[in-house]
């Protein structure tokens, strides 16, 4: 299973970016899409997730600036950030649960960097 991500980059304080995480591979399906960031010297941290359902949940410091969408029929899940903080500034993980055989594996993406300048 490989996942690519995209979307990340510079942007000033209030300003808005799209991240996109895109599945590709052999597996029967993917249940919880999640997004995470970290930042140097800190734990990685969950920003959103999205059931396969749509069922969406965020970490208290992004509820209301950031959604979480998924297109099933693509495999991808895209993560919408508004109203950025500098406080947002990390390299944001895309990660899936996907379901081979009878057994359900997590994997990551690459990593994107997102720098929010005051």
């Known amino acids: 299973v490989q996942l690519v991500e995209s979307g990340g980059g510079l942007v000033q304080s209030g300003g808005s970016l799209r991240l996109s995480c895109a599945a590709s591979g052999s597996f029967f399906g993917i249940n919880v899409m999640r997004w995470y960031r970290q930042v140097p010297g800190k734990q990685r941290e969950l920003v959103a997730a999205i059931s396969r359902g749509g069922s969406t949940n965020y970490d208290d410091s992004v509820e209301g600036r950031f959604t979480i969408s998924r297109d099933n029929t693509q495999n991808t899940v895209a993560l919408q950030m508004n109203s950025l903080k500098p406080e947002d500034t990390a390299v944001y993980y895309c990660?899936?649960?996907?379901?081979?055989?009878?057994?359900?594996?997590?994997?990551w993406g690459q990593g994107t960097q997102v720098t929010v300048t005051s």
């Open positions: 990660n899936v649960e996907v379901t081979i055989g009878v057994h359900d594996y997590l994997y």
